[in-house]
């Protein structure tokens, strides 16, 4: 099996996957890692990544062309297998997803870092979201060790007992909205013409609406913790009458 990983920063990876049981399973050539820093496919002098995103706020936000160059030139335009994006807005990580990524002979993992990833990487690029939990890290390195540990595991003569897997133990708040950077017409997918608007008003109330949309098709189970307004309510409300 082959693991394509793409990252700003390779070199945090590479000395977990170069040891213990992954490392002898590289070495006995049952799987194969390869890391890909996702700068050497930025196209201008500076190798930058990421832009300010689109309606103000903070952070960056991680731009899409060198994410779809690297992918693309890796695993082919389309991409010929999973692209897997670490996301805390993804599916829940469990054993049995594992087992269903361990069926595939080639997965491409997206770390991100940042704010997030421009939202047409998300919608065009990736073909699968993974969280490995309710909680933000600084980056999808640590998640992406994650599936890359309990896939390999599950791979026939990587461990000493090939019936050890068959043994093994298997917050509140709303998603977060859709994040969008330069440039504003990547591939004839734009960038929602509120967010260039410049009224921060209704910007914040898209924002917030999007959030709302995001969590109920997605982690509906967050709603019950979550804190509304009569607003949001009503916006709910309507959304469930409308499906």
């Known amino acids: 099996m082959r693991f394509d990983v793409f990252t700003l920063i390779p070199e945090s990876l590479e000395p977990y996957l170069n040891s213990s049981i992954l490392k002898r399973a590289a070495e006995r050539n049952l799987v194969e890692f390869h890391l890909h820093n996702i700068r050497d496919w930025a196209t201008d002098k500076h190798h930058v990544t990421d832009d300010i995103p689109y309606g103000g706020g903070g952070g960056m936000v991680m731009k ?15 991409p010929t297998c999973p692209v897997v994006l670490l996301t805390p807005q993804g599916r ?39 969280s490995i939990g309710d909680y933000v890290l600084t980056g999808g390195e640590l998640p992406a060790l994650v599936l890359i540990d ?8 990587v461990l000493g ?21 330069r440039p504003a017409e990547f591939r004839g997918w734009g960038v929602p ?5 410049g009224d921060h008003a209704r910007i914040d109330r898209w924002r917030r609406e999007q959030s ?3 969590t109920l098709e997605r ?25």
């Open 219 to 243: 982690r509906p189970d967050m709603l019950e913790s979550a804190i509304l307004t009569d607003e949001d309510r009503k916006f709910l409300n309507q959304l469930k009458v409308e499906n």
């Open 64 to 78: 899409p062309d060198p994410m779809f160059n690297a992918v693309e030139e890796v695993t082919g335009t389309p």
């Open 212 to 214: 709302l949309l995001r």
């Open 150 to 157: 309990a896939i390999t595991r599950l791979l026939p003569d």
């Open 161 to 181: 007992d090939p019936k050890a897997p068959q043994k093994d133990s298997h917050a509140k708040g709303l998603l977060e909205h859709p994040h969008y950077t």
């Open 92 to 130: 829940l990580f469990s054993q049995a997803v594992a087992h269903e990524l361990a069926a595939h002979p080639r997965i491409a993992l997206i770390a991100g870092r940042y704010e997030g990833l421009d939202e047409r990487v998300r919608q065009h690029l990736v073909t699968d979201e993974i």
């Open 193 to 197: 013409d509120i967010l260039r608007s």
